[in-house]
């Protein structure tokens, strides 16, 4: 658990992290909203993170809700969907292969034509299981406004960022949002740290 | 139907040689040219362990060793126990893989009378701990698959009480279909009526252009239905005539039966760039091919996508975690694909070509009697020169489409299209007829399924309905009782028992020729089918004929139970043919003394086989 500011390696991870739970989670979610519209910011209660696949982790039931505002707490993901969609890149798109192999032997041109294989076929993979559009619609580079009390989880300012809203700028990245995902039911008892079995041939 | 309530859905089922799909319409908010018709979402287990809902089911069934894989990991939404096979794409992954466990094309032995469709004898090259299926029983247990998905999704509203319709080819001989017929009674479907699947696609047609369809055809159009699916090629006929005011659609020709489909020009692809792979000093096994395939499907797409690319790449990734280390690369040109695809499968020939000829009935080894030739076209140049008369104009020299309806994913390629439509269009212009017409808006994605749905929802009484009936003559041989001539067979002729174009739900006239039979013997009569003789009633014999005129089908066979008569008695029987509400042929043998009636069985084998 980090008290201090977490580096960037931890706030990606957080993301992910953030992301999942957001969707598979509305009390969660409804504590991120809350924390977005900027509740005041609480103690952070370090949690025990859990084994991948352990069994009996409790959600935190909701309490009655109290008279001031419901501090924010940390959490640990529940690291299922994403140990499954890892195993679903890499079913489908060789993904972790592709990622853990030692690239410093290889030219460009055999990267670049193995690259091609994962790229389409995980890019398959992902159009079939998630949704994704884009969160502003304007092109790349065109003047934007971002109007009073925007969405600041959906939002980022850079450069210059002073002032009070609204503001006008240029839209450097037009964001990507999960609309929908849907992931294949699991078995009881399905083991989702294997991300490839090994195999072999008789 | 003597359910209370009738049905709330009308259903259609394709039971593809490669996919499956399920769609339906809603009787209760159609209405009209609105029809509210959607996909059914089918659950299966894609790996083992986890489930996911997809609009095709892949016909295929893996039956693991007991020990390969982990307990519970092919359990479904509806079952609570373990299975000892899986269906789906899970099948289809771990099939490419150990290839002596997996059952494929069941639907290509279904109609495959050379074997016993009842025997346990899929997969062909089993592992000895394997315990084979038959055909049927492989069919049947796709089509409980699917009515577990839909009955888990329409708890409500069984399968079994909805209006359901099952596509099959349309050159499916009458023993495949009452086969289909069974597997469905089998699977809890008794109700199931069969739909031919060119007839679906045209359903499919008609039922998402809503209005414009009556637009784009017009009274004297002869439609040519061209389908070619993941194993199977299909045509039909279809004319446009007009009836009290209101265009009327009929189904007045069919193909024969073509084993050979998209799948086929995948693996054609496939095994060019693994000789092209090989060539270059590289080997490709087994289970590499198969990756081989998907991903020379890939580089076809793009291809036949993007027609200003010359090459599309072709990376075929290593077997072993090393991805990029062992990937094997080439390249697929266009030049080849052109020559494999459009010249193999889609050659421009004159509508004088006939494919090669192919071995009669000698089967010489167990297997899928494929295409000899694979040339799509000069089996619809046959087709069409079979049909020459279908429309009584016996002066042409084979029958003119008018209007062209594509189906099959095949035909998602513009450069396919085209090349048909060209071909037919040579054809045309030498004969001095106008261009065919594309039919637009045709959806290629589980068109036969919505098709088999629509056709359901027309039988309640909307819509355009497709006449047809049956689209072959049948006929018993019998010998002639002229002296016999040393070392030829005894002449046959051919009585003709039902005529063409017989309707669902009627009974051919009985012809006046009785047979003297054996009570307790089995007897068998040689059994043929045309597709071209229209003129022929029940009771017309044929002294002579040619060899594209009549067909020889499976022999039939009936066996007289002794109930009335005592074994070894001879009681006079007339043959008669009737097709049953559920669209297969159904003979019987009926005593004139009595009209006792007994049924004439279409499936049968020799006792070799």
New interface residues.
Partial sequence: MHTHDPGFLTRFWLAFVVFFRVLFDATFAGRTLALRAGAPEAEVEPEEVPEPGAEGVQEPEAKPLPAQPEPAKLHAAQPEAAL?LLGLLQ?EG?LL??L??D?S??TDA??G??A???H?QCKRTLDAHLKFERIRAEEEGSRVSVPKGFAAGEIRLIGNVAGEPPFTGELTHAGWRVAHIE?????????VRVI?PA?VEL | MTEKRGPKYAVGIDLGTTHSAVASIDLSASGGDDVALSCLPL?QV???????ARTLLPSFLYLPLATEL??????L?WSGHPSDFVIGEAARSLGV?SALRLISSAKSWLCQPAVDRRAPLLPLNAAPDVKQLSPLAVTVEYLKHLRNAWDHAHPQAKLALQALSIGVPASFDPAARELTAEAARLAGLEHAVLIEEPQAALYSWLGSSAKSWREQVRVGDMILVVDVGGGTSDFSLINVREREGELELERIAVGEHILLGGDNMDLALAYFLKGKLEAEGRTVDNAQLSVLTQ?AR?AKERLLNNPDEAHA?V?L?GRG?????G?L?TQLERADLERVLLDGFFPIVDASARPAARARGALTQLGLPYAQDAAITRHLAAFLGRQAGALGDAQQSFARPTAVLFNGGVFKSRLLRERVCGVIDAWLKQAGAPAVRVLEGAELDAAVARGAAYYGWVRTGNGIRIRGGTAMAYYVGIESAMPAVPGLPPPLSALCIAPFGLEEGTSADMPDTAFGLVVGEPVRFHFFGSTTRREDRAGSVLEQWSESELTALQDIEVTLEAEQQRPGDVVNVQLQAAVSEVGTLQLSAVSKANGARWRVELDTRDAAG
């Fill in positions: 499954q079913r060789r292969d592709f853990q192999e690239m032997g290889y055999q990267v034509a193995a091609r294989v994962v389409d992931l294949p039911k699991l078995s009881d008892g399905h083991d490839a195999e | 659950p894609v790996a083992p362990g986890e489930v996911e982990p307990e519970g990991s092919l359990t939404p893989k991903v890939g790449p990376v990734p975690s090393k991805l990029v280390g990937a690369k």
